[in-house]
């Protein structure tokens, strides 16, 4: 399953940008936006809102993909190992 971080990389990627011009894009500091896609931090919404804007995504687009792996996660974790006689 993918996390917020592995996407938000997997953006900045796809639009062929480095983690510093994605600095200058969004306002918010390279060593800060390094520590978001590796996971060490958490972003807050405000912070996710600046990200997308400059990823040029559409915040509901990324909550959708989110979504998705969820719902893909639960169905390969979850659904399996329910008993239907309880």
Do not use: W
């Amino acid at each position: 399953m993918k996390n917020l971080a592995q996407i938000i990389t997997e953006l900045r990627d796809q639009r062929g940008i480095t983690q510093e011009q994605l600095s200058v894009l969004s306002g918010i500091n390279q060593a800060h936006i390094s520590r978001i896609e590796s996971g060490k931090n958490k972003p807050t919404m405000p912070t996710v809102f600046r990200l997308c804007k400059a990823l040029e995504i559409d915040p509901i687009v990324l909550a959708d993909i989110l979504a998705e792996e969820f719902r893909t996660y639960i169905k390969h974790n979850f659904h399996s190992k329910i008993s239907v006689n309880g």
